[in-house]
């Protein structure tokens, strides 16, 4: 190193300038090989689903009853359902709808999730009152209250925002605001024990306010279960969609997503295994990609591991 | 501890009676109707007729009261008889009474009960058993082949619905393999070493989905909550003590990584009580799952408010007891 | 002592005559049946789930019942009373009942007519809610003539009186087990209402709810020889395809009820070996309902989907005939229901003699007619492919059914097709227990109709169409005075039709009935108020080693049970 550029000691300081220490947390992601990989995936799943329909010629919904349960072949790569659709095409759009519900939906629970859990755990004064709401939340009966939800909201919302992204809003809602519980639980249990820890007792002992104490403190430490609950979650909308569709609360039928192929295709599962197998990989493959990209950013966000 | 134990469940009381209230008005609200499932060869009038003698008629409040009095002090009266052999305890009133079945409610509650706690509370059983120790192996050899095995399979287990394995399971096994039979027999009784046998093979296909994905779910848990714990510095002083690694990864580091762990395995235990629907289902184990889901698609109100209220009751129970095992697991926590 | 001996000789003689006649009762041993869904109670007046009424057809029977190709058979009377036999009264305001002779209950006691009494009492007892009131429907009272004898009095002239106490719906229960359980009682008659003491072949051991209930054979059936089974499993719960499984792959069950399956689902299954489906077909006919009245959001909700408000599009018949012309019902036929279907162009599909056939032209698809008829109404193709009027509307409807597999299948197919002629479809599905649920409050009711076009499936009991057709008439339909209860689902209303139905209801001759009935239906269908697709069968299957099946989709399917036997390999 010194023998290509001799470079006085004194100048290394103002050629590598403080780093981000988000460019520590990307070199460390990088390392991670499961977490690589996964990402890798992940784009791949994406890019299949959202620039695939580009390329691809079949329209998802277009019938071509000719062709009707045809094997896999250069026209159709995994074959035709019953009606002759293009499993292919079906695939990419049924990707679409599910991999945005997934996430986005996984995104409000954790962050209704998180929030609710902290301050249960932190705040001593409110806890009583949201965990029996936690608890009032779980009691519900899920089919019901989707069912009001969806009696209530389905025509206001279609009127709003249009019938696809409307019915959309109201899945996202629906699912986020059943499945938050069980996250705001275990945050709050992590919180019970993290506030007694000596760090925080020393930060508040300082003076930080609570605001600065739990951002900077809580929320990063509790991160771990968290992310669980995330990869979790991701898999659990992606299926609740499929059974709200099943009710009639999903989409209109002519909207495909993976849970729902999976759930047509059960029928067929003796004749026709892909049928159903081929959404099911694509949902476990997404899965399992965000959970290594989760384990990842795991790692690569704790300082402990990231030194070594 | 005793004083925060009795002030929690003094304070249960109106939280559940204001869960019971808003289950109530939930279902009133809710778009069912018991009739839905006439065929549509019977006239409106007599459908008219039919909700009325299911006393429909009454208006809300009336009826929430009435099913307030039957759950809180009759049903009980009729569960203490029948566990005690008193039969004179039990108070002679009309009961809480399903609109399928017309019958008392808790009669059928009974009679479903045990095929639950065989099939789903075994399987939770078996789940925790696999997932602790399975949960703590990864995270001590994280990365390694074990590791990465468990998590794809655990992962995997989760991510494909139990709608979707339960009939591949019937294909392999029943009809390709003919190992087990497609429909449970929930009649049979075990008296013999042939009937626990025939027991066994009915049982195995429902209890091994369910066992997967309770156990992929406690598993992430476990491995996450021990990662977190097995970089602190408590952990290094242990090993610097001269501790073995036994007794610091199964003692101190298992100890202080069970919070998150206690929290999910408290959540799912009130859950066996309203059964795996799916699962249930699929296999015909007609349990207290089958029992809900068919109440909820009949709008059986009676039945799925009283099944959802008992749901009720053990989550505020269970959620009660995973708060004082936290203070057991972390004496830091203190609630008084 | 001696007179004791006595006693005790002519008890065991007693006990002993049964056993030496019924050599054969009970020789095929164990039969299982499978029902996807569960029987919650066998007591057919409190619900009217079909589920419930044939799984209690196995123990309650009827005086009279359909045969498999719909005519009328005696079971427990004598005969079918008729004007000709004097069992009818000339002005159709009685009919006349008899008991065959030695006739016992489960229990060994004898039936008489004072069940068949109390029967009709139960039923139409204001406070009891009975599921089958309209098998009561106008009768003043019911006499008892003599000890197997009884007459029912009705109100007004029945040219059709064959309904109390006929088909599997309208069972005779036994005064005995019952008296206590009239009206607001009914319910809390668990007992009785889990385990009816019956006439039938089989009585019950163990009923459990929504689960499965245990039979053994009836030892007082009427027929010494009969059944030929010992005992019954009843097994309910899970789904269509794996009960087709158990049956025709596995050969865990012996009989499977009512598989809604896809035809090529059902060909593999039956490649198993151990079972074969069989298929019969009865009244039900799957269609496309068109509401004629408005179901804009934009209306205030006391004229939306209401006689107010006028259809802006539908209101016109060539919009409504193009729509039934673009729709190949062949295709629908072969890939929903396969064997277990038929194209049709009737809402009257069976009786042959009630089916018409001035409406077959339906059963060709016609694109090129739909669009000339759509250019004739003004619609023209706009840029996007999809019509537009001379006002700038889009021709799009919107198109919703019940959550089921084949009909999502439906849908998609019929909104390729109304694409192909320029019509735009949305697509909604509904679970079926809010769709058919009668909840005024929900706005996703089939009978509310916030909808432009709805498909679903509907049949009528017995043979005689009077009651299905009367649906049709001005003022039933379902609006918010009603509280969105009625029949008329499309909102048709025509004087001619009414009156012409008010003929029908004063007919005798089966005859004029059949050829008033087939004018009805073909002023539906002539209207395309209603557009059929499919007359469905069922398809149900059976154990190649089940002998004695004969599907029978009139009445309930287990109508035959007793003679059911095991072929021995």
Redesign the interface.
């Known amino acids: 190193m010194t023998d290509a550029a001799p470079t006085p000691a004194p100048d290394t300081a103002r050629i590598r300038p403080p780093r981000n220490q988000w460019w520590d947390v990307w070199d460390q992601f990088k390392i991670h090989r499961?977490a690589l990989l996964g990402s890798i995936v992940f784009l791949a799943i994406i890019a299949f689903c959202f620039i695939g329909p580009l390329i691809w010629p079949y329209d998802a919904?277009?019938?071509d009853?000719r062709a009707?349960?045809q094997g896999m072949s250069w026209a159709h790569p995994f074959g035709t359902d019953?009606?002759g659709?293009d499993i292919m095409a079906r695939m990419m759009s049924g990707g679409q709808v599910s991999l945005a519900v997934g996430i986005v939906a996984m995104g409000l629970a954790m962050l209704i999730g998180t929030g609710i859990g902290v301050l249960a755990g932190y705040f001593r004064r409110i806890d009583?009152l949201l965990?029996?709401m936690?608890?009032?939340f779980?009691?519900?009966?899920l089919?019901?209250?989707l069912?009001?939800m969806s009696?209530l909201f389905?025509?206001p919302l279609s009127?709003a925002f249009g019938?696809e992204t409307g019915m959309f809003l109201l899945i996202v809602t629906a699912i986020g605001i059943t499945s938050w519980?069980?996250t705001a639980?275990?945050v709050?249990?992590?919180v019970?024990?993290l506030k007694?820890?000596e760090y925080v007792l020393a930060a508040r002992s300082i003076g930080t306010p609570p605001r600065r104490l739990i951002l900077r403190h809580v929320v990063p430490?509790v991160l771990?279960?968290v992310?669980?609950s995330a990869?979790?979650m991701i898999?659990t909308a992606?299926?609740t969609e499929?059974a709200l569709?099943?009710?009639?609360?999903g989409f209109?039928?002519?909207f495909p997503t993976w849970?729902r192929l999976?759930?047509?295709g059960?029928?067929?599962?003796?004749?026709y295994p892909g049928r159903?197998m081929l959404p099911?990989v694509f949902?476990?493959l997404?899965?399992?990609s965000v959970?290594?990209i989760g384990d990842g950013l795991?790692d690569a966000l704790?300082p402990?591991?990231r030194g070594r | 501890m005793f004083n925060y134990t009795m002030r929690r469940l003094l304070l249960a009381i109106p939280t559940l009676l204001f869960i019971a209230l808003a289950i109530f008005l939930l279902l009133e609200l809710s778009p069912g109707d018991p009739m839905a499932d006439m065929p549509l060869t019977i006239p409106p009038d007599v459908r008219e007729q039919m909700r009325l003698a299911l006393g429909l008629g009454e208006p809300w409040y009336i009826r929430f009261v009435k099913w307030l009095y039957l759950f809180s002090v009759v049903e009980p009266s009729h569960v203490l008889a029948s566990i005690t052999g008193l039969e004179n305890l039990a108070i002679d009133s009309q009961r809480i009474i399903s609109f399928q079945t017309r019958s008392p409610v808790g009669d059928i509650i009974a009679q479903r009960l045990p095929q639950t706690l065989w099939v789903v509370g075994l399987s939770y059983l078996f789940g925790i058993m696999v997932a602790l120790p399975i949960g703590i192996y990864s995270a001590y050899r994280q990365y390694s082949w074990f590791d990465q095995a468990g998590t794809f399979v655990s992962m995997v287990g989760f991510s494909l619905p139990t709608f979707f394995t339960g009939p591949l399971l019937i294909l392999i096994f029943s009809i390709w393999l003919g190992w087990f039979p497609i429909i449970y027999d929930t009649t049979l009784v075990v008296d013999s070493w042939h009937n626990f046998a025939l027991q066994m093979r009915q049982m195995a296909m429902p209890v091994f989905v369910l066992t997967l994905y309770n156990a992929a779910q406690i598993t992430r848990f476990m491995r996450a909550s021990m990662l977190d714990n097995l970089t602190q510095d408590y952990v290094r002083t242990a090993r610097a003590k001269g501790l073995t690694e036994r007794i610091v990864v199964l003692v101190h580091v298992l100890r202080n990584s069970m919070i998150p762990v206690i929290t999910v395995i408290a959540l799912g235990i009130p859950q066996i009580f309203t059964g795996a629907i799916i699962t249930e289902q699929i296999f015909r184990v007609n349990g207290l799952g089958q029992l809900l889901i068919t109440a909820i698609y009949a709008t059986d109100i009676p039945m799925v408010l009283t099944l959802s209220v008992v749901f009720a009751i053990l989550i505020v129970l269970f959620n009660l007891i995973a708060d004082l095992l936290y203070a057991v697991f972390d004496p830091r926590i203190r609630y008084d | 002592m001696i007179r004791r001996m006595a006693l005790f000789g002519a008890a065991a003689a007693l006990s002993l005559m049964p056993l030496a006649a019924s050599a054969e009762r009970g020789e095929s041993g164990h039969l299982n049946i499978i029902y996807w869904q569960a029987p919650s109670i066998l007591n057919p007046y409190l619900s009217g789930g079909t589920k419930d009424v044939q799984a209690s057809s196995i123990v309650l029977e009827p005086m009279a019942r359909y045969n498999e190709v719909g005519e009328l058979v005696p079971w427990l009377a004598e005969e079918i009373p008729t004007v000709e036999n004097g069992g009818v009264s000339e002005d159709l305001m009685s009919i006349t009942w008899r008991l065959r002779e030695g006739l016992m209950w489960s229990d060994g006691t004898p039936v008489t007519s004072a069940d068949l009494a109390f029967t009709a009492e139960y039923c139409m007892h204001p406070e009891g809610g009975c599921a089958q009131g309209s098998f009561f429907n106008d009768v003043d009272n019911v006499e008892v003539v003599d000890d197997l004898t009884v007459t029912v009095h009705f109100t007004v002239p029945k040219p059709v009186p064959y309904l109390p106490f006929v088909s599997a719906q309208s069972p005779v229960i036994q005064a005995a087990q019952f008296a206590d359980c009239l009206g607001a009682r009914a319910p809390e008659c668990t007992e009785a209402n889990f385990n009816p003491i019956g006439t039938g072949p089989f009585r019950v051991v163990d009923f459990r709810p929504n689960d499965v209930i245990q039979f053994e054979a009836n030892p007082n059936f009427r027929d010494p020889a009969l059944p030929h089974f010992a005992t019954l499993t009843f097994k309910g719960g899970g789904d269509a395809a794996s009960a087709g499984r158990a049956v025709m792959e596995t050969g865990e069950m012996d009989y499977a009820w009512n598989l809604q399956l896809a035809p090529d689902v059902i060909e593999t299954m039956a490649r198993g070996g151990q079972g074969v489906p069989v298929s019969a077909f009865g009244t039900l006919v799957e269609r496309i309902e068109i509401n004629l009245t408005d179901p804009s959001p934009d209306l205030p909700p006391e004229t939306r989907s209401t006689r107010e408000a006028p259809h802006p599009i539908l209101s016109d018949i060539r919009v409504r005939q193009a729509l039934s012309m673009a729709i190949d019902r062949e295709l629908l036929v072969e890939i929903g229901y396969g064997q277990a279907g038929q194209v049709t162009c009737n809402l009257v599909p069976a009786p042959p003699a009630f089916a018409s056939d001035a409406n077959d032209a339906c059963m060709v698809q016609d694109l090129d007619g739909a669009r000339a008829l759509l250019e004739e109404a003004g619609w023209t193709v706009g840029g996007d492919g999809i019509r537009v009027n001379a006002d700038g509307d889009r021709l799009v409807l919107d198109y919703q059914t019940s959550t089921n597999a084949v009909r999502q299948d439906f849908q998609a197919l019929v909104q390729q097709w109304w694409r192909e002629i320029g019509v735009e479809a949305n697509l909604r599905n509904i679970n079926s227990s809010v769709f058919f649920g009668g909840d005024p409050g929900s706005p996703d009711t089939f009978q509310k109709f916030y909808a432009d076009v709805e498909m679903y499936a509907n049949n009528f009991n017995g043979t005689d169409p009077e009651q299905y057709l009367g649906a049709y008439r001005c003022g039933l339909e379902p609006r918010p005075a009603s509280q969105w209860q009625g029949e008329n689902i499309n909102r048709f209303c025509d004087p001619e039709y009414d009156a012409l139905h008010m003929q029908l209801a004063e007919t005798a001759s089966i005859e004029e009935r059949a050829r008033i009935a087939r004018a009805l239906n073909d002023i539906l269908m002539q209207n395309y108020v209603i557009l059929p697709l499919v007359h469905r069968g069922r398809v149900s299957a059976h154990s190649v080693t089940l002998g004695g099946v004969v599907l029978n989709t009139w009445d309930s399917e287990l109508w035959n049970v007793a003679d059911w036997y095991r072929i021995e390999e």
């Open positions: 499961g919904t277009y019938i009853i009707r349960n019953q009606l659709r009583g965990m029996r936690t608890d009032l779980l009691a519900l009966p089919l019901p209250l069912l009001v009696m389905r025509q009127s019938v519980m069980p639980r275990v709050r249990g992590d019970l024990a007694e820890r430490n771990s279960p992310m669980v990869t979790l898999a992606i299926i499929s569709s099943f009710l009639g609360l209109p039928p002519d849970g999976v759930n047509d059960i029928d067929y599962l003796q004749q159903a099911g949902i476990s997404t899965v399992l959970n290594y795991r704790d402990r591991i």
